[in-house]
């Protein structure tokens, strides 16, 4: 059945050790098997359950996807530039390398993933959760990271360049070796010791 068919997901289940693919249910019962590196442009996958799917590779530029849930998913080297992941859950994802230029992660969830080289340039993570995740050598170039969390988050070599982190949570983030020629941090708070 081809994938253009699909119109909703309902679950993503396949597990076969020596095949890389996912099975893919639409609300009608119908299902296609999904390898990896499959196209899946502009396609529609808003509240879709796709948690501890394979889509290593897979190209889902302009597709949406907001609300859906990708925790511990691998996404490695996927496409996703362009994307709606407005409030997705990719929890302990496994994003290494992606492509999410320009991408909307608005809100998004993406606690404890790895996002290791991941590209992010432009990218509108306002208010989304990267708590404790790994953004090694990531490319955050003209990211909108208002209010987003990065609380304890791995931003050893990551560039940075040109974020305002003003409005950003940074407690316990490491920032080692970051490219941050013209970002803005937030000002430290400093305690006012006035006598009376």
Same mark, same amino acid.
């Given at each position: 059945?081809? @994938?253009?068919?699909?119109?909703?997901?309902?679950?993503?289940?396949? &597990?076969?050790?020596?095949?890389?693919?996912?099975? @893919?249910?639409?609300?009608d019962g119908?299902?296609?098997?999904?390898?990896?590196?499959?196209?899946?442009?502009?396609?529609?996958?808003?509240? $879709?359950?796709?948690?501890?799917?394979?889509?290593?590779?897979?190209?889902?530029?302009?597709?949406?996807? $907001?609300? !859906?849930?990708?925790?511990?998913?691998?996404?490695?080297?996927?496409? @996703?530039?362009?994307?709606? @992941?407005?409030?997705?859950?990719?929890?302990?994802?496994?994003?290494?390398?992606?492509?999410?230029e320009l991408?909307?992660?608005?809100?998004?969830?993406?606690?404890?993933?790895?996002?290791?080289? !991941?590209?992010?340039?432009?990218? /509108?993570?306002?208010?989304?959760?990267?708590?404790? !995740?790994?953004? &090694?050598?990531?490319?955050?170039?003209? !990211?909108?990271?208002? /209010?987003?969390?990065?609380?304890?988050?791995?931003?050893?070599?990551?560039?940075?360049?040109?974020?305002?982190?003003?409005?950003?949570?940074?407690?316990?983030?490491?920032?080692?070796?970051?490219?941050?020629?013209?970002a803005i941090?937030?000002?430290?708070?400093?305690?006012?010791?006035?006598?009376?």
């Open positions: 059945m081809p @994938l253009n068919s699909i119109p909703t997901l309902v679950r993503s289940v396949f &597990s076969n050790p020596f095949r890389s693919s996912t099975l @893919l249910t639409s609300s119908t299902t296609s098997e999904v390898e990896n590196g499959v196209d899946l442009q502009d396609r529609e996958f808003e509240s $879709a359950p796709l948690q501890r799917t394979s889509l290593r590779d897979a190209n889902l530029r302009g597709a949406n996807a $907001a609300f !859906a849930n990708f925790a511990g998913a691998d996404l490695t080297g996927a496409i @996703l530039s362009s994307a709606n @992941l407005h409030e997705a859950n990719f929890t302990q994802a496994r994003l290494n390398g992606v492509n999410a991408a909307n992660l608005s809100g998004a969830n993406l606690a404890d993933a790895d996002l290791s080289s !991941a590209v992010l340039r432009s990218a /509108n993570l306002a208010g989304a959760n990267l708590g404790r !995740a790994k953004l &090694s050598k990531a490319d955050l170039r003209g !990211a909108n990271v208002e /209010n987003a969390s990065f609380a304890e988050a791995d931003l050893t070599g990551a560039d940075l360049r040109g974020v305002n982190l003003s409005r950003a949570i940074l407690s316990g983030a490491k920032l080692d070796g970051v490219n941050s020629e013209g941090f937030p000002i430290p708070k400093t305690i006012n010791s006035e006598t009376e």
